[in-house]
């Protein structure tokens, strides 16, 4: 887990400073597998997205961790940073604007509309911008996206994942990502995130509206 402890009420989360594709450990990949379940399950049942949802899905992800269990699972309480090479680079929204600004989002969420993909592409961004979490806000939206795209008839491709593409071409992802939410160009990011979807999941006959 990338995250050090500036001080009792301030978390910092590293963002790599030269772009390399994650090596994951075996517990985040047991816990990806229980999220993936997670995700199936919801979707036969037609789980509703809100606080609870993603909160489990946190939950889930960070489960094992013990420096970060009691974190999980439940919005942050303090504030973040995020850093690059020791560089403070952002500072997400305080602490207290949080569940306003995700009740917002979830209506984004379940607003109708008429490019799935582009929506969830601006969900995603818009997560990270909130950083709800102190950690695991990038598996959660991820996690999310999967959801949402299934849940909109998307199928998964056999032999590639959204996580894979991701960790494939690392570099656009955070430099598209990161212009998004921290440089107010969404343009670049929603144009990867299409491309992403494109090339991992099998589109639906018919354009959803979800």
Not at 64 to 79: A, V
Request: charged share 20%.
């Amino acid at each position: 887990m990338n995250v050090n402890y500036i001080s009792q009420k301030r978390y910092a989360t590293k963002i790599p400073s030269k772009f390399a594709p994650r090596i994951r450990s075996d517990l985040e990949q047991q816990n990806w597998l229980e999220v993936i379940k997670f995700l199936h399950d919801s979707l036969v049942n037609n789980v509703m997205v809100d606080e609870t949802f993603v909160c489990n899905l946190n939950k889930m992800i960070l489960r094992g961790f013990q420096n970060l269990e009691s974190e999980s699972g439940k919005y942050r309480n303090r504030s973040v940073v995020l850093l690059k090479g020791g560089r403070v680079i952002y500072r997400p929204v305080p602490a207290e604007n949080v569940i306003r600004l995700m009740a917002d989002l979830f209506k984004l969420i379940n607003t109708l509309c008429s490019d799935l993909i582009e929506k969830i592409g601006l969900v995603y961004m818009k997560f990270i911008e909130i950083h709800p979490f102190v950690e695991g806000n990038g598996r959660v939206v991820r996690a999310l996206s999967i959801y949402l795209l299934l849940r909109g008839g998307f199928q998964q491709q056999t032999n590639s994942t959204l996580e894979s593409f991701f960790d494939q071409y690392i570099f656009e992802y955070y430099s598209t990502l990161n212009q998004g939410y921290m440089q107010g160009n969404p343009g670049p990011w929603l144009s990867f995130f299409r491309k992403a979807v494109q090339d991992t999941m099998v589109s639906p006959q018919i354009e959803p509206k979800i």
